[in-house]
């Protein structure tokens, strides 16, 4: 099984941006499509994006498409999720998490995914 670190977590001031970084060992990275979910507490871990073996392919919920943008870099078995426009609801653990599967009906049912990291704190606040 594929293991998965976040990193890049912290606080940034609402409109700001930052980068978080998730890399994997164990496994062939490029094995795997992978994606980035968020919790807050009391809430259900929401799906935030996914992107497929090769980075050729993505998809966003609509809460955060056209501020975020993920991407992997296969060379380095790590994938990215570039936030900006940062708004205090943004707030979150942001969790990595890998499948060998891409499609919506995978990434939308997160408890079935093969792979998760421990997360990493984003906070939006000034």
């Known amino acids: 099984q594929v293991q998965l670190v976040e990193s890049g977590g912290g606080l940034v001031q609402p409109g700001g941006s930052l980068r978080l970084s998730c890399a994997a060992s164990g496994r062939t990275f490029s094995n795997y499509a992978m994606g980035w979910f968020r919790q807050v507490p009391g809430k259900v871990r929401a799906f935030v994006a996914a992107?497929?073996?090769?980075?050729?392919?993505?998809y966003y919920s609509d809460s955060v498409k056209g501020r975020f943008t993920i991407s992997r870099d296969n060379a380095k078995n790590t994938v990215y999720l570039q936030m900006h426009s940062l708004k205090p609801e943004d707030t979150a653990v942001y969790y990595c998490?890998?499948?060998?599967?891409?499609?919506?009906?995978?990434?939308?049912?997160?408890?079935?995914?093969?792979?998760w990291g421990q997360g990493t704190l984003v906070t939006v606040s000034s």
């Open positions: 998490a890998a499948d060998q599967l891409y499609g919506p009906s995978t990434w939308l049912s997160p408890s079935t995914l093969d792979a």
């Open positions: 992107i497929n073996w090769n980075g050729d392919s993505s």
